[in-house]
């Protein structure tokens, strides 16, 4: 069997690429993962993309995520758990339905950046011969420094990529000035002390619905804050990504 890993970008279907969709007509089978009413807008966007580009000889079938098991209290134990129960629905959904040939999976931005479809798509080697292939697609963070027109890196400057989840813990990384933020759900920037922080926050980039806010940390954590959660409450659901930098004379 091959599993097609296929970037579909960051929501705006202008963003799929020409190699994406080559990629898509060649599959069998799609996969569409299905994760709640909340998050119904993320569904229909891959389906829209599906009525766009496939022909009708190729199935779509949709699958429900599972839901991770917060009861797990080592977060590596949790997600590996997680991983293991979405590898099974895949095999599931695969199997119902007959085929070993070419299987495609959408993934939303790019399979290589903060996301773990590459890792549970391995899992599947150990049951199925498989020849897994990637195409990537644009990113959030491609998305995010485009919508504010700045480079990602300063002059042979280093980047840091993290979460949320570890700039609470750890705070800003030794040795860097410039750090992307991805997966953050409670503000982890509002832990730092600000000074001399400039922040790039934006949410839904790349959609119809994107928010973008810059400027130095002291004054744009609040309100970020703020407008956040008016997002998140009026979708149903937020994808948000920013930028922090140290600020130099």
Not at 108 to 137: F, K, N
Not at 208 to 236: C, F, K, S, V, Y
Request: proline content about 4%; hydrophobic content about 40%.
């Amino acid at each position: 069997m091959e599993l097609k890993l296929i970037g579909i970008g960051t929501g705006n279907p202008e963003h799929l690429t020409l190699q994406a969709i080559r990629e898509m007509r060649d599959c069998d089978l799609i996969l569409l993962p299905r994760k709640g009413a909340d998050r119904q807008d993320l569904a229909d966007l891959r389906r829209g993309i599906c009525e766009e580009h496939l022909g009708a000889t190729t199935r779509i079938v949709e699958f429900d995520m599972p839901v991770r098991n917060e009861a797990i209290i080592s977060y590596r134990q949790r997600v590996d758990a997680w991983h293991d129960e979405i590898a099974e629905r895949w095999m599931e959904a695969i199997s119902a339905h007959g085929t070993a040939g070419r299987v495609g999976l959408l993934v939303w931005g790019d399979p290589s950046l903060y996301d773990s479809t590459i890792r549970i798509a391995e899992r599947l080697s150990t049951r199925v011969d498989l020849q897994l292939t990637i195409i990537p697609g644009v990113t959030s963070l491609q998305g995010l420094t485009a919508a504010h027109g700045i480079p990602l890196n300063e002059i042979a400057k280093p980047v840091v990529i993290t979460t949320g989840r570890r700039l609470r813990e750890e705070g800003f990384p030794d040795g860097a000035d410039t750090v992307a933020v991805m997966l953050d759900g409670e503000c982890s920037f509002t832990c730092l002390d600000p000074a001399g922080l400039d922040i790039w926050w934006g949410a839904y980039v790349g959609m119809a619905q994107e928010a973008i806010m810059a400027g130095p940390l002291r004054d744009l954590a609040g309100p970020i804050e703020t407008r956040r959660a008016e997002l998140r409450a009026e979708n149903g659901w937020i994808m948000d990504i920013y930028l922090l930098r140290r600020r130099t004379a």
